[in-house]
């Protein structure tokens, strides 16, 4: 790298040296707006690095020759030039509006001014993702942009998280926003396994984009604005746009951006440190771990009490020749466990440009070692584009990005012993876990014992040493990809142009699997291979027409085809026993076990032709209109064939009633309705009729499908309707938005759970509908402006309301569950009820209790629903001189989130609320029959450890049910940028230094011990859960980025 | 500009298939076959059906647990009557989804390949399947059970299945007698291919299904067993018994070994009722006296010796989590990976023919009972390992019997020893003889005083095929409870 700079460096010099010998002279002058002189506003002479800020007074001075051009430009306004005449003196009046020349990436990258949009897109600044940044792309959204709702799995390195936009609108679809990155779809599906029964995520597909290289987001949140994506739109559409060398006028930019940041847990449940392993309070002794003392097989923490000078002989009395050890608290066991994860960002890129070509490259990387030992995930990527005018009417362009994902180790979540967090649940808190971690010099558990052979643990019986575990169970991760696309267009003549554009989305993936000998789940030990590859090639045509009908009416015109054509291979092994240990290879099977070896080809394709085109009225009018069909070969061939319309538009009041020079700078109002579809889970080959082939030791074996095929199906359909309106006023300082949307889901496919007596468990059908209704607000408003400070306030806010309005013939469909808890959608009801059993109330709504213990109910019942009520962010944006502050606030309110956490953290007396009455005994809170058909309040006493395993725990799902509602500080940073002054006369344009932190603190949760914003994975049937979360990650650092 | 026009001509090229031509084909899996020949699914209908039943979720924190020959030390709610109610829509899932649904097609496929030996296999199969199913819920869908196009079938009465049942029987005894078509050993896990042995055993299992609703209402069974003695196609050795020969490594092993050694799941004990009985000259006169009292060789291969050398079994619903290592785990044969998951055995046979015997169902009287008590107690003793021990056992004048009670309470209760590891099997046939006389647990779920009668019925039903759930249940004496009453209940 150093050479590039070199030569950068030289270059530059070289260019100052020649602008010396030129003819210059000193040009003064005045920059002012509307309301008086403007502070601050940029001035240089375009073409050249030379430049200069407005003083105070909107005065400035700047060297340059006659002929030159100025370019003036300040945040919130319209860029201004002015050519260097034979005067000294220049005064410029700038105009407010840059916002009403924004310019909004739409469907299939069209590019809109922000006028002509007919529904809500928010977008967001690459700037705001490359400081305080986030590992997974996706997460950066999270309280940015109104009706985005992001949910972060966990905090383990590489974890997955989800998105969704105004709202599920499909029962067994994944429901989250489709990524197109330039122009190319790109695939976001996390192939993780991890479900509430244990398993490794994987990164969703978008965490692989580098923020260094992200322009803008823009999220097209309904279905109107995505309506080109036809049966791929259902549930809206993230368009990314890279940066790329158009606009520069020459060798012009080389950026450096270097992120060191450290992280540590945010949220680790609040123990108790008052009593020890134990199922009884008597007595301690460790023979084995594995039930051979006493109480050292159990994994709960109702033992003798700590810190009040008994010994017992202990799982680390090897040390001192098996006698007893002090028996006393570690209230930092678990903390300690985890380490400070470090995360470390460079990106390097170079971009150039001229009017006929331009071109950006960039190469990136980074390293992340996770909080939990053992743990890391490195990302390598490099990325080009360029674009050139081949002719006079032809020109082409090419982008290609190369992203390499790995990870030597990423940690098991849920309920596994193989997560560590598991044993800090069911646990002895009298063990200082980190004395585990030197396992190489701890002797091996006893014969017997379920860990036997393996490293010393403080049980033997239920759990590993935890660190043994992520030092030898390794889960490996490598993928490589590429996207790209090429397009050649051809300007036929001012009206009339055609582009041919050919998309490439490809990967290839391994990930690796060991389980060592001994390991609890797996004492033969066990290796796995998962070898996986894909691609989509979208090919496409459009051709466009542009007619300025009269000097009032203005129309475009595309049609276009495009033809999708996807291949997914997988091909794995994995063997269920090692027959020499520590050794991972296929070829080390077991003698006398069987493989699982199996491979898959899955195609699909799209096929569709469609047309949308564009009417204007005097620049204020607008009305859009599209329509796709679409063939899907998922469905069946006589029913494959969909249309999917959509008509928008807009009308710029403020143009029309002539605002212009009020308080009101602008309002449009716009509104739209489409329909699009969607095929839910519903998957190649579904409607096939099949046999499974099963090897096993006996030989091989058939069976037939529990899923009955159907070929009747047809796509999903969701119809949404916008209407919103944009105003700005008092100088564009302040800003809102606001828009009211339906979406109505429909012929949602099921593979409907029927009863298993009629031979199958689930049959595929179009059966359910959804509908979500809500509201999306942003308000912006500059509370001041001056040369030296300006503070921005913007605030966002969401409300959806979800209902699963029909489920046909069903009463529920379960999306997954632990336990005795299950997420089910119901009619009537938002997606994602909790179901499980509830306390049995009197009529005053008193848990009932018998002998002392709480009556539960037989029958389950919903319990809550994982649905928030609304979801908002706020951010505050503070500029003084060189300095700059800003902060986001994320809030997600309502919805309720199961925790197993604290349903075995109770039962396993680990929990700081199980100490309440360990000496006196605990009275429940509620009644007891009075013997006479009435009730009086509950006076029995019971003991505390029956009271919390009869109360908490697998057999009662509503003592584990909270409100997941959270307000995080999510982010803040401070950034100096070194002043232009400062940087006059070297190769350094810009220089900014950053302090950044992300996920500062929960300012606000209901939900005990945990972050409730969790997840096992990002799928459907795995949010609102919680078991042995791996803390999510509360990280700060700093931020270097140099241009140069 | 030529050239221009070629590129675009070569751009649309890549659009040339029509939008669905080839859809169809593009939409046919290369991954899974179309056909397959009978046979294939004859195997995995076995093992899912064994590992459903022997699962330790299932058999054995339901089954041996409810039957009392095994108790937790840790984490015992199911044996304390507070079960999993995901373990039990497991066994509904997998017998009619799995078992019963593939034995269909089996039959289908059979039918159409000509084999009518396969064809009756399927039947034995699913008759079996029908009545663990009747036996541990009550009435269950049958005559529409697993019938195309049906989401949601009725459920019948246990009269209706248990006729059913035997019809299923009859028919299969009639297909096998004169069976055609190869069996390939490599697919029968039971009988390597020996379609005699399947013809025993309809036989021999109608016979357990008469037996079993022998003393329910309106019902005489007396000539049809008679019938079946006559007929002399009855198991007569263990090399007649019904089993799946488990595999040395998992998945592929006897599921308590997988949920026990392999799964490392130690709390699994056996029970005090077992080892020392339940007698009480007072309070439980007609307890059973318990291994130990018996002189019973099979203590200890069902049980070993605890830390301290001795067997001691944890009394049924009672925790001992400090200290795992003072009570007795299952015998080493019991934890073996290659145990037997037995379907229906010799002894078991025997055990049932000394009952008919003694009341009467068939010729011979009490002294016939003896006699197949004893072959009965041999042929377990055979089983485990120690067939060279039973004549000095049978000796023993305690052992015997002379009079019908006196027969009824031995019979049962060597019938339940015997079953020992049959965790469902052993539960059942406990329900419908009342020997040996087991109370509730200790710490039982609150409201539950009598050793459950019954599972819960498949937790989705009561969404999924509501209407007939809730007719179902309302035939029930107490509702879709543990406790209600089945039909063919002593």
Known sequence: ?1044 | MKKISILFVALIGLFSASCDKDFEEVNTTPNNPVAVPAHLMLGNIVRINQNVIYGMQQGGDMGMCWAQHVSKVQYNDEERYIPRRGAIDAIWGTLYASVISDAKSMYTLAEAEGNTNIMGISLVLQANAFQILTDLYGPVPFTEACVSGNLKPAYDSQEVVYTGILSMLTQAETLLASGTGVVPASSDLVYAGDASKWRKFANSLKFKALMRISKAPGQSVSAQLQALVNAGQLFSSNDDSAQLIYLPAQPDSNPIYETVIFGTRSEYKVTSVLIAGNYNPTSNPNGFKGLTVLNDDRKAVYAQKNTSGAYVGNIPGVENPGSYGAFSSLGTKYLDPTLPGVILSNAQVQFLLAEAANEGYITGGVTAAQTYYFRGITANYEFNGIGGLAAAYTAQVSLGFATQVGGRQKIAEQSWIALFGQGFEAWTEYRRTGFPVLSAVTNAAPGVTVVPTRLYFDSTEVSLNKANYTAAAATLSGGDVLTSRLWWMN
Do not use: C
């Not at chain 1, 050292?296 to 001192?320: I, Y």
């Not at chain 1, 004395?435 to 860990?451: E, H, S």
């Not at chain 1, 204007?616 to 061939?637: H, M, T």
């Not at chain 1, 209704?773 to 913007?794: P, R, Y």
């Open chain 1, 1 to 1044: 790298m150093r050479s590039k700079f070199k030569w950068i460096f030289t270059l530059l010099i070289a260019l100052s040296m020649q602008l010396s010998f030129a003819q210059e002279k000193t040009v003064t002058g005045v920059v002012s707006d509307g309301s008086g002189p403007l502070p601050g506003a940029n001035v240089v002479v375009q073409g050249s690095k030379a430049g200069t800020q407005t003083d105070v007074d909107g005065k400035y001075s700047i060297k340059a020759k006659a002929g030159d051009v100025l370019v003036f430009s300040f945040v919130g306004m319209t860029n201004t030039t002015a050519k260097v005449g034979a005067s000294n003196t220049l005064n410029v009046k700038m105009q407010d509006g840059v916002k009403l020349e924004e310019v909004v990436v739409g469907a299939l990258g069209v590019k809109r001014k922000e006028k002509a949009v007919g529904y809500a897109a928010q977008s967001i600044k690459g700037s705001t993702l490359t400081e305080a940044r986030e590992s997974n792309l996706v997460n950066a959204l999270s309280g940015r942009v109104a009706g985005v709702q992001v949910t972060n799995s966990s905090g383990a390195v590489g974890a997955s998280s989800r998105i969704v936009l105004r709202g599920n609108s499909s029962i067994t679809g994944n429901n989250q926003a489709l990524f197109v990155v330039d122009g190319v779809p790109f695939d976001n599906t996390s192939y993780g396994n991890s479900d509430s029964g244990g398993g490794r995520d994987l990164p969703n597909g978008a965490a692989s984009i580098s923020p260094d290289d992200i322009e803008s987001m823009t999220v097209l949140k309904g279905p109107n604005a995505a309506a080109l994506y036809g049966i791929r739109a259902s549930n809206g559409v993230i368009i990314i746009t890279t940066k790329s060398g158009k606009g520069k006028k020459s060798l012009s930019v080389a950026s450096f951006n270097s992120n060191i940041t450290f992280s540590d847990p945010l949220v680790i449940p609040d123990f108790q440190n008052s009593y020890g392993q134990g199922a009884t309070s008597d007595f301690f002794q460790f023979v084995d771990g594995g039930g051979n003392g006493y109480n050292d097989g159990v994994d709960e923490s109702w033992g003798p009490a700590l810190d009040r000078g008994l010994s017992f002989v202990q799982w680390d009395s090897f040390k001192v020749g098996g006698a007893p050890l002090p028996w006393i608290s570690h209230p930092n066991n678990v903390k300690d466990f985890y380490e400070t994860g470090v995360a470390i960002t460079n990106n390097l890129s170079l971009s150039a440009g001229n009017e006929d070509a331009n071109f950006r490259m960039s190469i990136g990387n980074s390293k992340e070692t996770g909080m939990v030992p053992f743990t890391d995930f490195k990302k390598f990527n490099v990325t080009m584009n360029g674009n050139i005018k081949l002719g006079e009417k032809l020109s082409s362009g090419v982008s290609l990005m190369y992203m390499n994902d790995k990870s030597d180790n990423l940690p098991i979540a849920g309920y596994n012993n193989e997560n560590a967090a598991q044993q800090f649940i069911w646990s002895a808190r009298n063990v200082n876990f980190t004395d585990l971690k030197d396992w190489r010099n701890l002797p091996l558990a006893a014969v017997g014992t379920a860990a036997e052979g393996t490293p010393l643990n403080w049980n033997t019986n239920f759990q590993n040493n935890p660190y043994w575990v992520l030092e030898t169970n390794t889960n490996t991760y490598n993928r490589d990809r590429v996207t790209g696309s090429t397009f050649l267009t051809y300007q036929f003549n001012s009206a009339f142009s055609a582009t041919g554009k050919v998309m490439l989305d490809h990967y290839s993936q391994l990930t690796t699997g060991r389980q060592a000998i001994g390991t609890n789940s797996a004492p033969d030990g066990s290796y796995g291979e998962n070898s996986l590859r894909y691609s989509e090639i979208n090919s496409e045509i459009i051709m466009s027409y542009k007619k300025q009908l009269n000097s009032d009416f203005n129309l475009s015109l595309n049609i276009g085809a495009n033809q999708m054509k996807r291949i997914r291979t997988q091909t794995y092994g994995s063997i269920p026993g090692l027959e020499l240990p520590n050794f991972y290879s296929l070829s080390n099977i077991k003698t006398g076990t069987v493989a699982t070896v199996g491979n898959q080809y899955v195609e699909t394709r799209i096929g569709s032709v469609l047309g949308f085109g564009q009417l204007s009225y005097k620049d204020y009018i607008f009305v859009d209109f599209s329509g796709r069909n679409d063939w899907a070969s998922v469905l069946p061939v006589e029913n494959n064939s969909f249309f999917y319309p959509a008509v928008s538009g807009s009308v710029v009041l403020s143009e029309i009633l002539g605002l212009k020079d009020t308080k009101i700078n602008y309002l449009k109002i716009r509104g739209g309705w489409s329909k699009v579809g969607g095929t839910g889970a519903l998957g190649a080959y579904n409607l096939n009729n099949v046999y499974g082939l099963t090897n096993n030791g006996w030989g091989n074996q058939a069976s037939t499908p529990n899923t009955q095929y159907n070929p009747n199906l047809k796509p999903e359909s969701v119809v949404g309707t916008e209407f919103g309106f944009d105003l700005n006023g008092f100088n564009n300082r302040l800003r809102v938005a606001a828009t009211y949307y339906t979406k109505v889901s429909s012929d949602l496919l099921v593979p409907i759970q029927v009863s298993a007596s009629s031979g199958y468990t689930s049959v595929w059908d179009n059966v359910a509908n959804m509908e979500n209704k809500g509201i999306e607000l942003q308000l912006g408003v500059t509370v001041l402006k001056a040369k030296d400070f300006s503070f921005d306030v913007d605030l966002n806010f969401a409300k959806n309301r979800n209902e699963v309005t029909s489920l046909g013939v069903l009463d529920s469909y379960v999306l997954g569950g632990q336990w005795g808890a299950t997420i089910e959608a119901r009619p009537g009801n938002a997606y994602g009820d909790i179901v499980g059993r509830g306390f049995e109330k009197d009529p005053s709504g008193n848990i009932i209790y018998v002998n002392g213990m709480p009556k539960i109910e037989s029958t389950k019942k919903v319990l809550g629903n994982i649905t928030p009520d609304w979801t908002g962010g706020a951010s505050f944006n503070v500029r003084y001189k060189d300095f700059d502050f800003s902060t986001l606030i994320d809030a997600k309110v309502g919805g309720d989130v199961h925790s197993m956490t604290y349903a075995w953290g109770r039962y396993a007396g680990v929990l700081e609320e199980t100490l309440i009455g360990r000496e006196t005994g605990v009275v429940g809170n509620g009644v007891m029959s009075d013997g006479a058909g009435g009730f009086v309040a509950n006076n029995v006493v019971v003991g505390a450890k029956a009271f919390n395993q009869t109360s908490y725990g697998n057999t009662i799902e509503e003592s584990a049910i909270f409100d997941a509602t959270y307000i995080k500080l999510r982010s803040l940073s401070l950034g100096y940028s070194l002043p232009k002054k400062w940087l006059k006369g070297t190769f350094v344009e810009d220089f900014k230094f950053s302090l950044v932190a992300r996920n500062v603190a929960i300012l606000f949760k209901n939900a005990p011990h945990i972050d409730p914003e969790t997840g096992f994975s990002s799928a459907n049937g795995e949010q609102g859960q919680e078991f042995g979360q791996i803390p999510s990650a509360r990280s700060y650092g700093f931020n270097i980025n140099v241009k140069f």
